[in-house]
């Protein structure tokens, strides 16, 4: 894609970026993606399997850090084709608008939203996708599952900290939460 943003040059080492991490907020994109039917209803939302630092494999949405010099637009089209694959064919917008705003922090009992590597902010979007999707980088797999699926007992319990309640945020807002 020529319009993206050239992130050679913006990716921190592994050392700044934990420096970075305990010294300020990062900003962050989730995005749940999401299949529709022909009058724009959704009718299942993706979700990946990985395994976490410390080995345990859970499900999650699309996710990742905006690099310094990229539009939000942009991380969200990097992230969504790094995960989905190149033929995800993702629908964003030209001036995307989160449905949420959600902040991270190392102690789960602040906001529920929990990442015990830092205090990181984000914005989080629906996007629909209509191309093939296979899981690619550091995910195990996708699934794509029915509102009610997702909210179930079994799946919710398989989400990263603090991603069942965005899922279920991201539901309410396209007015499909069970």
Known sequence: MSDITDTQNSWLSEDDIDTMRGKMPIVYVNAIPV????LGVVSHLGLL??????????????SGRVLYGERVRDALLRHLEKDLGPLALPR?????Q???VVEYFPNP??????????????????VPVEGDCEPSQDALDLVW????EVVSPTVAAELSPGHEKL???ALAHVGRLP
């Open 49 to 62: 399997l990985r395994l976490d630092a410390t080995g345990e494999v859970n499900r999650e949405v699309v």
């Open 35 to 38: 299949r529709t039917d022909d």
């Open 98 to 100: 989160p449905f949420t």
């Open 167 to 169: 899922v279920r945020r």
């Open 92 to 96: 964003i917008p030209p001036s995307p």
């Open 145 to 148: 599952l029915r509102p009610d």
């Open 109 to 126: 009992d602040i906001t529920g939203f929990y990442d015990p590597r830092q205090h990181a902010v984000s914005l989080a979007y629906v």
